[in-house]
């Protein structure tokens, strides 16, 4: 299993114009072959990147193995990647997010959420193949497109859906808002605004795993951190950094970029280099596996792997999840740049009827067990908008709480006292 | 370190090399490599690490071997060092120190001759102090390390060398207080770091020309400690600022806005502010004398106010 994982994925590149470069396997393992997708970059130069398709690699990628696995799979129910509550659960959580962000864009063209709303539709089957496999002390760390995030790790739909109308019940007391959502009683450390910045907090976290197995001697501390972060990141140094450093200390983290292609309207091929991300992490002395992000299962399989090399203490992997989002950047992103062919290709890509047909197809679960869900994921963000709706506003005492966790912070007055002893300090209309 | 074992070092140089001023000489041997991390050269990504470590249970202490190299780290110590605790609703905490040595030393040249006080001090959410003896340098530290508040501890290059008797038995300074260094009935001179030195320096003229001046040395950068400086106002009705910091939006710039806005019924007169010249720190001995407040500067300020 190991060597399967050290592979390199030398399948055409999806946004390779020129097809006909020999590969190992013509059918390549994303589900629907992409190999017609025209791309046309502006300056319709080649971008280089033919040569590195050429070179020779010891292993098939672990896309491939699924693909054999899966056409196997009508004849032998044992060869199916997941068994009926796995994916009647993963089908939920997909389901949820989708409900959950649909009703978000709802929200905020209704005027009840403001700001910046980043959603996540498209996406879910990174979302759900990575953080479905995590026990509550493992850490996920996000970026401000995190919502989805949040919602598989655990947090109740009602908190985030709270947090975004900005009201006290929110799990963040209101205070971050959509590109900052964090759970202590479930891990999940941010909601980052800035890209990149959430990269080495997540280090950060994976080192206090290493810390704890090692220098407090918790032998059977094996939490394992995720970080979630998208193509245009890759080309930060925080996460060049970090990748260096989660190596060379062999912190349990797993690295995974969701490559939606886009980051805002600048195409991952205009501003990237090389832009097969996944090649970066044998640079620094890590695997890096390339998986089709809209296929949940492919993401399963990939993601049991990464985890478990972490939990193991075998060290970092770097994943690029070939994905897409459906709706623009932002709410307030009129999404014009994107071709429609692309949107439309990826649209008949969708996670959650591709999984769908998959059980139906395998006899897994027939399609009332499906209704039943929906119906009662839509219950539950119903419920968690009328939740929200009815929550308080925060109050003005909420204004100077929290700023430090010692509010002696911040410091003495004139009158000999600490500012957080004034009385006006509770009600939010203290000096300091 | 050894009182509780969450407690961790990070930066380069640390571990091995014992810090690139020796201040974590030693560590490595007794603690390991894990607690006192030697890091490659990524500031802003071991500072977001030490941030995200904090979050996670342990303590870290991280080093910038400059406080100038802090620079790099400014996304980290702004966005999370400082606001997570706010945007997270108060479910995380940041119990980070991050130190190093800063301030204008002996023709560095400009770029490691900052003081990054002012840059940081409108940053929500963190403590600043500056130590300036071996006694209040290990007060402040132990404060800093057992404070559930992220806090930067600015250390100046100069003064690594002083040599001092503390006492043998445990104490921890408060990180909010401001230090009495010479009461005094004339002038409050208000100053920080290297510059206190310069300023005992220039209180011993003075006190040969007759004058009684207060010498506070302020310590908390952020919040000031403003029950000590303002009972000294109230009592001296005068008040001058020696700082190393730069003229502009510096740390006396803010101290003199507190004092004007809280106590300015007791002033006689207007607030003097020394400070550096806003210049990039030259290399040459002369020009750098010159950027910084020389004692001679300070007698005269003196003079000048208490006429």
Redesign the interface.
């Known amino acids: 299993m190991a060597t399967a994982f050290w592979s390199v994925n030398v399948i055409q590149h999806p946004r390779c114009e020129r097809p006909s470069i020999a590969s190992r396997k013509p059918s390549s393992a994303f589900l629907g072959s992409t190999l017609k997708l025209r791309f046309n970059p502006p300056s319709r130069s080649n971008f280089g990147f033919s040569e590195t398709l050429r070179k020779s690699s010891p292993i098939s990628a672990i896309s491939d193995v699924f693909e054999e696995k899966k056409q196997k799979s009508a004849s032998s129910s044992s060869s199916l990647l997941i068994t009926k509550e796995e994916g009647l659960e993963v089908y939920e959580d997909m389901v949820l997010g989708r409900c959950f962000e649909d009703m978000c864009a709802q929200m905020y063209y209704r005027g009840k959420m403001f700001g910046f709303v980043h959603l996540y539709n498209g996406q879910e089957a990174v979302s759900t193949g990575f953080i479905k496999l995590l026990k509550k002390e493992d850490c996920v760390v996000s970026t401000y497109r995190d919502h989805v995030h949040a919602l598989s790790k655990g947090v109740p739909a009602r908190e985030v859906m709270s947090e975004l109308f900005g009201k006290t019940t929110g799990c963040c007391r209101g205070q971050g808002g959509s590109m900052h959502m964090f759970s202590k009683e479930h891990n999940v450390l941010g909601g980052f605004a800035f890209i990149g910045e959430g990269i080495p907090v997540a280090t950060g976290a994976a080192f206090t795993s290493k810390y704890r197995k090692e220098a407090l001697n918790e032998a059977d501390c094996d939490h394992v951190t995720l970080a979630f972060f998208g193509d245009g990141t890759c080309n930060n140094g925080q996460f060049y950094e970090c990748l260096n450093m989660a190596a060379l200390w062999k912190l349990p983290i797993v690295f995974v970029v969701e490559n939606n292609l886009w980051a805002i309207g600048m195409s991952h091929l205009r501003s990237t280099s090389d832009p097969e991300i996944w090649k970066k992490g044998p640079a620094f002395g890590m695997p890096g596996v390339h998986v089709d992000g809209m296929d949940v299962l492919k993401v399963r399989e990939v993601a049991k792997e990464a985890i478990g090399r972490a939990r193991r203490g075998e060290g970092p992997t770097l994943v690029e999840c070939e994905t897409y989002r459906f709706r623009g950047h932002s709410l307030a992103d009129p999404d014009e740049l994107r071709d429609p062919a692309e949107k439309a290709h990826y649209a008949a890509r969708d996670p959650i009827t591709a999984l769908k047909k998959y059980m139906i197809e395998n006899n897994l679960a027939k399609e009332g067990e499906f209704k039943a869900i929906d119906k009662k994921i839509d219950e539950i963000v119903e419920d968690s908008v009328e939740f929200a709706d009815e929550s308080p506003q925060p109050s003005r005492s909420q204004l100077l709480e929290n700023v430090f966790a010692d509010p002696k912070g911040f410091g003495i007055g004139p009158d000999g006292r600490y500012r957080c002893e004034d009385p006006k300090f509770t009600e939010g209309t203290a000096h300091v | 370190m050894e009182r509780d ?2 407690v ?1 070092v990070m930066g380069e140089d640390v571990g091995h090399y014992g810090g690139s001023y020796k201040v974590t000489k030693g560590l490595a041997e007794k603690y ?1 490599d ?2 006192v991390l030697d ?2 050269i ?1 500031e ?15 303590r870290p202490v991280v080093e910038g071997m400059n406080m100038g190299f802090l620079l790099l780290a400014f ?2 110590i702004s ?2 060092c400082g606001m ?12 980070i120190v991050i130190r190093g040595p800063g301030g204008v030393g002996r023709q560095l040249g400009a770029e490691h001759s900052q003081r990054l006080e002012s840059y940081f001090q409108s940053i ?2 963190i ?1 600043m102090v500056a130590c300036s003896t071996p006694y209040n340098a290990k007060g402040l530290m132990k404060a800093a390390i057992r ?3 992220p806090v930067i501890l600015f250390e100046h290059v100069l003064l690594y060398n002083l040599k001092e008797r503390i006492p043998d038995e445990e104490y921890v300074l408060s ?3 401001a230090e009495m260094v010479r009461p005094g009935e004339h002038v409050t001179i208000l100053t920080y770091s290297r510059m206190r030195y310069h300023v005992m320096q220039a209180a011993k003229t003075l006190v040969n020309k007759g004058y009684d001046p207060e010498v506070i040395d302020i310590r ?1 950068l ?7 400086i ?1 009972s000294s106002v109230k009592k001296t009705h005068r008040v001058l600022i020696v700082e190393e910091c730069m003229r502009t939006g510096g740390i006396g710039a803010s101290l003199t806005a507190a004092i004007t806005e ?2 300015h019924d007791h002033l006689d007169a207007p607030i003097m502010c020394l400070s550096s010249q806003d210049v990039p720190t030259p290399y040459a001995g002369t020009l750098e004398n010159w950027t910084v407040v020389q004692p001679a500067q300070i007698v005269t300020a003196v003079e000048q106010l208490c006429q």
């Open positions: 074992p969450c961790c390991g894990l607690r890091t490659p990524a802003n990504s071991f500072t977001g690490m030490g941030i995200g470590a904090a979050m996670t249970g342990l996304n980290q966005n999370n997570l605790h706010y945007t997270s609703g108060g479910q995380f905490k940041i119990p929500p959410g403590q404070s559930k508040n990180l909010e207080e908390s952020k919040p000031f400690d403003l029950y000590t303002g809280n106590f």
